[in-house]
């Protein structure tokens, strides 16, 4: 089956760095176009970052553009998620997520990571 595992995740200070990994396996990862979200506590997700199959397109939400920045390594079938200059903001649950080449929605989904961030 389809399993997306995030790692990276911890306690970061303001204005530091992380970096976040998702492994992929169960599917045809070179072919899937592949997401970062967010969660913070009591709010709803929110889209962080999204890269296409072919890592020639991306895009970011407008609260992290600038900062993060995300990226793909076909052979290994991972997605990285290089987030900077944090602020208290970030902190969330981060999950990734994949979608299928001609799927209009992403269909798998990782269990998280958590990012807290503090000054």
């Known amino acids: 089956q389809v399993q997306l595992v995030e790692s990276g995740g911890g306690l970061a200070q303001t204005g530091g760095s992380l970096r976040l990994s998702c492994a992929a396996s169960?599917?045809?990862?070179?072919?899937?176009?592949m997401g970062w979200f967010r969660q913070a506590p009591g709010k709803g997700r929110e889209f962080v970052a999204t890269?296409?199959?072919?890592?020639?397109?991306?895009s970011y939400g407008s609260s992290v553009k600038g900062r993060f920045t995300i990226s793909r390594d076909n052979a290994k079938n991972t997605v990285y998620l290089q987030m900077n200059s944090l602020k208290a903001e970030d902190t969330a649950v981060y999950y990734c997520?994949?979608?299928?080449?001609?799927?209009?929605?992403?269909?798998?989904w990782g269990q998280g990571t958590q990012v807290t961030v503090s000054s």
């Open positions: 890269i296409s199959w072919s890592s020639v397109d991306t």
């Open positions: 997520a994949a979608r299928p080449i001609r799927s209009i929605k992403y269909e798998y």
């Open positions: 169960g599917l045809t990862f070179r072919s899937s176009d």
